[in-house]
């Protein structure tokens, strides 16, 4: 490296995630990198983002904790206001790497994004021009985390309460003229795929399963032309079959490090354990082996259905669980199933946990979309993605 800049910022590389598919998090960059009130007192600092990270890890009791971070494109100008040219030299080797996505304005990837992936958003910003079109930010009390200044101005994380805004306080920048205007027209047909993206699709042509849900294991997502999705084999317009059913993710943390995520599908119910069994989720090879020699055969059993996730202890030794925000463990109950939310922690043994990520919808279902939403639609090929 030409520069030498702290280490500790260099080390942040490792917390950022290339795609939103592993990340635990949103990050509106230049919203955190700018937001004086935390942090050393400088107009920008990378810092920050440092802070939000250590933040975030303890929330979610993974020191291994992911984001994925959209930023400005000017975010990495305005180099007096940083504490020396090595935190934007940084920067900008991070989007070259693509660790950092940016865009002119990184608010309209942000939102789409959180809206398909339901991961949490860290920002300050009130995102009120925003609100007639993404209107689920109106009274959003769960999926945005504010940053305010704690002792030594370390960065503490709160939920916030978005509010409703209203339709006065909504400035016309979202008139069509206005959307023209500020080249967001690109983000309202995004929008239009944010829509396609939460719902399941079917060809009516007789025999076509290309996207048939209750199939294979096929995650697809449609071609869209005019604003129609098609059937890429058929270039049928498909019928809406429904919203697509949300899945859970359940991460796997070897001493507080995430070292494994599961996907499970709504109404899956599903074993984990040294060995499970037909159908169950396996640890051994995941796990070392003085701490798999501590898990049952069966330990832990995972149900997803419209009601969330529910834990269930099937093993011997016990499984303990603690709230999120509670401040002791409680043992995971044999016989009822509790109900397991994002960032609560159930223990297998000591040095093995379970966590759960926010996560909405097939990871390969936003990563097609996020690829499609960059690219011209030259083919249907592009859109489409296989799960593995
Ligand atoms: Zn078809």
Known sequence: MPHNPDHRLAFLARHL????????????????????????RHGRSLDRLRQVVDALARRTSDREVRVYAVADRSLRHGVHEYPGPDEPWLLADWIAQGLVEEADDADEPLLALADVTGLPVVSNDDFKDFRLVHPWIQGNTGQFLGMRPGPDRAVVLHERDMGVR?????????????????????????????????RSWRCPERGCTLYDTRRGTAVRLPYVRRDVPLCELHRTPLVDDGPRTAVSQLKLLVDDACVHRFTLDAGTTVVLGRAPGEGGITLYGLLPDPLLRRVSRRHV????????????????????????????????SDETPAPFRVNDV?????????????????????????????QVPEGPARAATRRH
Do not use: C, F
């Open 17 to 40: 995630a290339p795609t939103p598919q592993d990340a635990d998090a949103l990050i509106d960059l230049s919203n955190v990198v700018r937001n004086s009130r935390v942090g050393p």
């Open 166 to 198: 209203s339709a006065a306080d909504i400035s016309r920048k979202l008139e069509e003229s206005d959307l023209k205007a500020h080249g967001l027209l690109k983000g309202s047909k995004r929008l239009l795929m944010t829509e396609i993206v939460k």
């Open 301 to 332: 059993l995972a149900t997803v259905d419209e009601d969330g996730l529910r834990l269930r202890n099937l093993s011997g030794y016990g499984t303990r669980l603690l709230r999120h925000g509670a401040k002791s463990w409680s043992a995971l």
């Open 346 to 374: 159930a223990e297998l043994t000591a040095g093995v946990t379970l966590t759960r990520s926010a996560r909405r919808y097939p990871a390969e279902i936003a990563a097609a979309w996020q690829r499609s939403a960059r």
